[in-house]
Nanobody, 121 residues
Framework: QVQLVESGGGLVQAGGSLRLSCAAS????????MGWYRQAPGKQRESVAT???????NYADSVKGRFRISRDDAKKTVDLQMDSLKPEETGVYYC???????????????WGQGTQVTVSS
């Protein structure tokens, strides 16, 4: 079974930077699109950035030019570099894999446990 573990969250002042990392584990043969999502207090979870197997990236309009998503398929990781952070970007950041090929067959829509990012003003 695929498991995702996020790291790198924390407290940062507005304008600062953080780098989030997510590592996938399990008997994984292939990983599809990987992504980062954010859930702010009292709001629905929203997409921040995704990256496909062939490296195609997609960003929320609000983070374009400040965030960068990258993946390392050999290490089964996906990172999110976040620069010029804003207080409204405070929330829990979740890692997601839309589809993973495993020894037991495909596994869909896997989520990590989340990592807290707090941006102080």
């Amino acid at each position: 079974q695929v498991q995702l573990v996020e790291s790198g969250g924390g407290l940062v002042q507005a304008g600062g930077s953080l780098r989030l990392s997510c590592a996938a584990s399990g008997s994984i043969f292939t990983i599809g699109t990987m992504g980062w999502y954010r859930q702010a207090p009292g709001k629905q979870r929203e997409s921040v950035a995704t990256i496909s197997r062939d490296g195609y990236t997609n960003y929320a309009d609000s983070v374009k030019g400040r965030f960068r998503i990258s993946r390392d398929d050999a290490k089964k990781t996906v990172d999110l570099q976040m620069d010029s952070l804003k207080p409204e970007e405070t929330g829990v950041y979740y890692c997601n894999v839309d589809r993973a090929g495993t020894a037991r067959g495909p596994q869909y829509d896997t989520w990590g446990q989340g990592t807290q990012v707090t941006v102080s003003s």
